[in-house]
């Protein structure tokens, strides 16, 4: 069965430092999210990715934070000077989107960061 | 704004009992709602959804939800629990993006 996969499985960076998450999606699908989760709290969006563009960004996705599909098969997502706060759990998620809000995004296993 | 509650941190069970994970809703209009599941340093696992028709939802590993629209509720059900469902489950309802509730650990004691 397709599955999302996700590298590295742990970062551990500096404060300030440039960090590149990697994500493949499942082959046949066209949409590709990122969500994080800090420690404790619950799994929140950051931004949807559609047809090489950004779809939708919620508020916490700010100038630090970029997504780019360098070629057919990866998605990444980089944040260009890390803050402590930073540190999270990053999923990737794929989906086919039939239509808006219906479709199942399928998650990787995560990329846990760590910023000191 | 659309949103999911899960008023339960833990749910503690014996395997073999019945287990509801509750969850609640606030929408505008007619609600997507999901259900997925989290095992220990694994991700996020899709069990089922509800998106129109039967109010009652299959899903995997035997899981089952039912929609209230009167209740606006949204309750993940297995008629018999097992050791292996130990885990930390996620309600959401979906707009452009998931939107997640905090999760509710789940404990099934042999």
């Known amino acids: 069965e397709p599955e999302v996969t996700q590298t590295p499985s742990h970062q551990v960076t500096q404060m300030g430092q440039e960090v590149i998450l990697r994500c493949v999606p499942i082959?046949?699908?066209?949409?590709f999210y990122w969500y994080r989760q800090i420690l404790g709290q619950k799994v929140e969006f950051l931004v949807s990715?559609?047809?090489?563009?950004?779809?939708?960004k919620s508020e916490i996705f700010d100038d630090q934070f970029s997504v780019e599909r360098p070629d057919g098969s990866n998605f990444t997502l980089k944040i260009r000077s890390t803050k402590l706060e930073d540190s999270a759990m990053y999923f990737c998620?794929?989906?086919?989107?039939?239509?808006?809000?219906?479709?199942?995004?399928?998650f990787g296993p995560g990329t846990r960061l760590t910023v000191l | 704004a659309q949103s999911v509650a899960q008023p339960e941190d833990q749910v503690n069970v014996a395997e073999g009992n019945p287990l509801t994970v509750k969850c609640t809703y606030s929408?505008?209009?007619?609600?997507?709602l999901f259900w997925y599941v989290q095992y220990p340093n694994r991700g996020l696992q899709f069990l089922l959804k509800?998106?129109?028709?039967?109010?009652l939802v299959k899903g995997s590993y035997g899981f089952e939800a039912e929609f209230n629209k009167s209740q606006t509720s949204f309750h993940l059900k297995k008629p018999s629990a097992l050791v292996s469902d130990s885990a930390l489950y996620f309600c959401a309802i979906s707009g452009y993006a998931l939107n997640f509730g905090k999760g509710t650990s789940l404990l099934v004691t042999p």
């Open positions: 998620a794929s989906s086919y989107r039939l239509a808006e809000g219906t479709d199942t995004q399928y």
């Open positions: 509800y998106i129109t028709g039967d109010n």
């Open positions: 990715f559609y047809n090489n563009e950004i779809s939708e």
């Open positions: 082959s046949n699908h066209l949409y």
């Open positions: 929408v505008s209009g007619n609600p997507y």
